[in-house]
């Protein structure tokens, strides 16, 4: 264990509500007590409008200070309710306008900026232009959260999964000969011992999301649902998929080896990406999920490069967690590999191929998730305390590809998925997950049962699954998105 060298509560919080609708009151048809307008999106929604709405017996009270009339039958008239209205108007206006103004904006940005940018040992700028802080371990963002200010630091697992795929026991001939991939950041410099490597943020990074509160965040409903009948589920907002999965077990854990490209993305706002998902509860509102693999979002990073990332939720990506280390949560314990940062080289069609393999399980001792990069980076951990439904297991096991499709000109869209080409066109065309496994009850790593597949649209992108004794499970997976067949 390793002491916290500062015990720091967190910043105030950034989402605190900061403006509120602008819309007046509607007066119901009995002029009693006026009916509040509906939530609207925009920069004064996170205003509790409850806050300044009256009750009736609050107008009762104005009337009758006001000496306009008596009430009858416990009704106010409608002069002291426009009244009330115009004063709420007021106040409703000055708050958007305020929270809405470029200062506050900017200060809002500002303050994020500083929530996730710890002060560094040492700096490291990459030649793709990202900029690494060496920050001592034990002031990264994981320890602002409240529930981790005495938290001890856990320098290694307790226990370690083993199983018939360890990295040194993988086939070196053929198709399943290893490749190193590295991070870009690596070519400048590297981090001290008793710090870890992280991605600057910059002001133009936040900028580029949808809103300061949603930087960092995914939006809601973006797990690929297989066994769901529902038009409106299997669409998920956009987002499309091409899996594999087990469910109806007890998981503490999952691996992959992924094959590593750099598929091409259409619209800013869109992304492409390649994962593992760990997954606990239901597809409600409930959903406990932690991800890793790598991933091309220009919104979220400013380019198209291949990047590792993580992400964890406890409640369907309502309010809780972020990718890599954008809020309080994931504990990095390793100096040698930062989350978000590019991954290189990357494969290229009927040429060299690289992977890289992921590995993701839960300490029965402390109850911890951690997880694994390559052969001998163990990065960190999820504290215990952070989900619901994983604190015991998962119920769920999915490996594949996802991508956003906002269907930009009212087609889908041509963001590709791995390797922008389909499956059936096997090794050095496709992109692929091997090795599939998840980790049972007593620790070990084993082969998966039963494994089933999932896709939207299997036209736009589609899996195929497959074994052999160098491989064990595997699929190949991906497509072009729009084309003839993507109808």
């Not at 999932?454 to 699929?475: I, L």
Request: charged share 20%.
């Amino acid at each position: 264990m390793l002491n916290r060298r500062n015990a720091r509560g967190g910043d105030d919080d950034e989402e605190a509500a900061l403006a509120a609708p602008t819309a007046v009151a509607v007066l119901s048809p009995e002029l009693s007590t006026p009916t509040a307008p509906p939530p609207q999106k925009g920069p004064c929604s996170n205003l509790l409008l409850g806050s300044l709405w009256p009750s009736t017996l609050a107008l009762q009270a104005m009337d009758r200070r006001a000496g306009w009339c008596s009430l009858r039958r416990g009704k106010t008239r409608p002069l002291a309710v426009i009244s009330y209205a115009l004063w709420a108007f007021a106040v409703f206006s000055v708050a958007c306008a305020a929270a809405s103004s470029p200062a506050t904006s900017k200060l809002q940005v500002q303050k994020r900026l500083r929530s996730l940018n710890k002060p560094a040992i040492k700096t490291i700028e990459s030649p793709d232009g990202d900029v690494i802080d060496c920050v001592h371990i034990s002031d990264q963002p994981a320890f602002d959260h409240p529930f981790l200010k005495d938290h001890k630091i856990q320098m290694r697992p307790n226990y370690h999964p083993e199983g018939l795929f360890d990295e040194n026991k993988v086939s070196t001939g053929g198709k399943g000969k290893r490749n190193q991939v590295t991070q870009l950041w690596h070519l400048s410099g590297k981090c001290p011992e008793n710090t870890i490597p992280i991605r600057r943020t910059k002001e133009d990074d936040v900028l580029r999301a949808s809103s300061v509160r949603r930087y960092g965040r995914k939006k809601h409903r973006t797990i690929p649902q297989p066994k769901s009948a529902d038009p409106d589920l299997t669409n998920q907002g956009g987002h499309q998929h091409a899996i594999a999965y087990v469910d109806g077990g007890k998981y503490y854990g999952a691996k992959a080896t992924i094959n590593v490209w750099e598929p091409k993305i259409q619209q800013p706002n869109e992304f492409s990406l390649s994962q593992l998902w760990i997954l606990g509860g239901s597809f409600g509102e409930d959903l406990n999920s932690i991800e890793a693999g790598w991933q091309v979002s220009p919104e979220l990073y400013g380019d198209n490069n291949t990047r590792l990332f993580s992400y964890w939720t406890s409640d369907a990506y309502q309010a809780t967690g972020c990718y890599n280390l954008l809020c309080s949560g994931f504990i990095q314990i390793n100096n040698e590999i930062a989350m978000g940062a590019s991954i290189s080289p990357v494969s290229a069609y009927r040429n060299a191929q690289y992977d890289i393999s992921i590995l993701v399980w839960k300490d029965p001792n402390e109850g911890h998730w951690w997880m694994q990069f390559g052969d001998s980076y163990v990065l960190g951990y999820w504290p215990s305390f952070l989900f619901s439904y994983l604190g015991d297991s998962a119920a769920m096991i999915e490996w594949g590809g996802e991508v956003v499709n906002t269907e930009p000109s009212g087609e889908h869209t041509s963001t590709q998925m791995g390797s922008g080409h389909f499956p059936e066109e096997g090794f050095g065309k496709a992109s692929y997950f091997r090795n599939l496994q998840v980790v049972d009850g007593s620790n070990n790593l084993r082969a998966p049962k039963e494994i089933g597949t999932y896709t939207e649209r299997s036209g736009c992108y589609n899996v195929q699954t497959g074994n052999n004794a160098d491989w064990g499970h595997y699929f190949y997976y991906g497509g072009p998105g729009r084309n003839p067949k993507c109808a």
